[in-house]
């Protein structure tokens, strides 16, 4: 046994079954490791792919998500999905197959210093030596778990890849370091501002993706009566039928949203995480109550209360077993608001509307099924229309906030979860910077429909400029039109629809097929106009 076995046996009894990658020669010995020791190696199109899918990995298993790449522009490849586990606090190990450690630190064809690279978008970089396999891994793995969550990297010389391992491997399940309670006065304030609140309204952040037991949020609201909202990468850890949910803020419609709370008289934010938007953008003159693992991040003008840090889970169960609060939000208040939201996402259109092709997808997608969404105009849209009815079904990317997210993080849901049926929707201009990855579903035999909606443009981009008063320049993706879609994408076969109809018939058909199917939706743009910055 070589350190390369040593390594991917430590991380099998870690509960890591796959891992997404570009090989090279240097990478060899680990993929070797893989094949024989229990974790697949799923080849990727794009090293920036492969980290994109173990991000989401960790999301949906809540194990640490595992990539892998080579030296030099591997590495710098790897580092735009390893800056997304960063930002959007997902486990992660991120590993770089490197020069013999007698040559780290020349000037030698493809090499960089790695962990200058990694340092700035990762908890740690470590190099693995000889002889510290297990504890080095130990260390990597309890990091990328304890909150804040995210990503470590990993240096592997080829030397040390090859050496005889002169450890022994075992059980191995390191434990995330656990945050400690928060502390006992500021959750007694907290119940102090919950009881003298009348009109009290929960804003549901990223860092509650992390709960151990999604069911506290649920209970806290429920006890005391407490309308709530979520950020978009917090979408469906409270099913958003229920009857006190408002949906998501700042995405489309977002002034509908923003009026809302700036008329609460308190806002609980229940693990918010302003990476994905700063407390001052909507919150108003609403004073804050901050329940959360970490402190808040607020700016001159934000009227904070009370902040609670410490362990969620815990913070949320001491809250709900508090005296139930009085609020005094009328009884069909909720009801009226989510009707008129809803109905403001859905302007009179002439044509083929992108709110259209979501509700299509909405209704056909199973309440279990899980969807992975890209960046850009549309994310907006659906990121407002879309109901989630349970935790770590919407895939999205809020804080890296990168195209490229959603076809590689679909390939991951469905990898993870093969019995859900999985869809993806990203724009064209998400899919031109990835439709490499389509040929990776097709090689796994994954049925997952990849939904182009199709405008042609960059559209976020374009009603930005549109709205500065300028010339839309640079934006336009199709400048001699739409033209139907090819027969197939790498052996995917793509199908284009320009209707609700349309899409719904190949959308049944996708998801029954044995393999993914492109459908490109072809629509007018116009509506974002209207929706996403309003």
Same mark, same amino acid.
């Given at each position: 046994?070589?350190?390369?076995d040593l390594l991917v046996r430590t991380l099998h009894a870690a509960g890591i079954r796959r891992g997404f990658g570009v090989p090279s020669g240097n990478v060899l010995p680990l993929i070797e490791a893989m094949r024989t020791g229990g974790i697949a190696f799923v080849l990727t199109a794009h090293e920036g792919s492969a980290a994109f899918a173990a991000d989401a990995t960790a999301r949906v298993t809540g194990v640490p998500g595992l990539c892998l790449s080579t030296l030099g522009p591997g590495a710098?490849?790897?580092?735009?999905?390893?800056?997304?586990?960063?930002?959007?606090?997902? !486990?992660?190990? *991120?590993?770089?197959?490197?020069?013999?450690?007698?040559?780290?630190?020349?000037?030698?064809?493809?090499?960089?210093?790695?962990?200058?690279?990694?340092r700035p978008i990762t908890k740690a970089t470590l190099s693995l030596r000889s002889g510290e396999i297990i504890p080095l891994l130990a260390q990597a793995l309890t990091m990328a778990r304890s909150e804040p969550c995210g990503p470590v990297h990993l240096d592997l010389p080829e030397d040390v890849a090859l050496a005889p391992a002169t450890e022994k491997p075992g059980a191995f399940l390191p434990e995330a370091t656990p945050l400690p309670p928060a502390p006992e006065a500021p959750i007694a304030r907290a119940g102090e501002l919950l009881g003298a609140a009348r009109r009290p309204l929960a804003v549901i952040g990223a860092?509650?993706? #992390?709960? #151990?037991? !999604?069911?506290?949020?649920?209970?806290?609201v429920e006890r005391h009566g407490i309308p709530f909202a979520t950020t978009l990468m917090a979408k469906g850890m409270i099913d958003e039928d229920h009857p006190l949910s408002l949906g998501c803020i700042e995405r489309a419609m977002r002034t509908l949203q923003r009026t809302l709370i700036r008329?609460?008289?308190?806002?609980?934010?229940?693990? @918010?995480?302003?990476?994905?938007?700063? @407390?001052?953008?909507?919150?108003?003159?609403?004073?804050?109550?901050?329940?959360?693992?970490?402190?808040?991040?607020?700016?001159?003008g934000v009227s904070l209360a009370q902040e609670a840090v410490g362990d969620l889970d815990a913070s949320l169960t001491r809250l709900a077993g508090l005296p139930r609060a009085h609020t005094g939000w009328p009884a069909h208040a909720v009801r009226q608001h989510r009707a008129l939201f809803r109905k403001a996402l859905r302007p009179e259109t002439t044509g083929f509307a992108p709110h259209q092709a979501i509700d299509v997808v909405r209704a056909v997608l199973p309440r279990e099924g899980l969807l992975a969404v890209d960046v850009g105009a549309h994310t907006h849209q659906v990121g407002s229309q879309w109901t989630s009815h349970?935790?770590?079904?919407?895939?999205?990317?809020?804080?890296?906030?990168?195209?490229?997210?959603?076809?590689? *993080?679909?390939?991951?849901?469905?990898?993870?979860? !093969?019995?859900?049926?999985?869809?993806?929707?990203?724009?064209?201009?998400?899919?031109?910077?990835?439709?490499?990855?389509?040929?990776?579903?097709?090689?796994?035999?994954?049925?997952? !429909?990849?939904?182009?909606?199709?405008?042609?443009?960059?559209?976020?981009i374009r009603v930005k400029q549109e709205r500065q008063g300028l010339p839309c320049y640079g934006t336009e993706l199709s400048p001699e039109g739409r033209p139907d879609p090819p027969a197939h994408y790498f052996g995917v076969p793509a199908v284009g629809v320009d209707d609700a109809a349309g899409l719904e018939r190949e959308l049944r058909r996708a998801l029954c097929a044995d393999g993914p199917t492109v459908i490109e939706a072809a629509f007018d743009a116009a509506q974002y106009s209207r929706t996403v910055y309003d």
């Open positions: 046994m070589n350190n390369a710098t490849n790897l580092a735009t999905g390893v800056g997304c586990a960063w930002l959007d606090r997902s !486990p992660l190990l *991120a590993i770089t197959c490197t020069l013999q450690s007698a040559q780290l630190g020349r000037r030698l064809q493809m090499g960089i210093d790695h962990h200058a690279l990694f860092g509650a993706m #992390r709960l #151990r037991n !999604p069911d506290a949020l649920r209970a806290f008329s609460a008289d308190l806002v609980v934010g229940l693990g @918010y995480d302003t990476v994905e938007v700063e @407390y001052e953008a909507w919150v108003g003159g609403a004073p804050v109550l901050h329940v959360a693992g970490e402190h808040a991040d607020v700016a001159v349970a935790p770590a079904t919407f895939l999205a990317t809020n804080g890296w906030s990168s195209m490229g997210f959603g076809i590689p *993080a679909a390939i991951a849901a469905k990898l993870a979860r !093969p019995e859900a049926p999985v869809v993806c929707l990203l724009g064209d201009g998400c899919f031109q910077m990835t439709c490499g990855e389509v040929a990776v579903a097709r090689r796994q035999g994954l049925a997952i !429909p990849f939904i182009v909606l199709n405008d042609g443009w960059l559209s976020l």
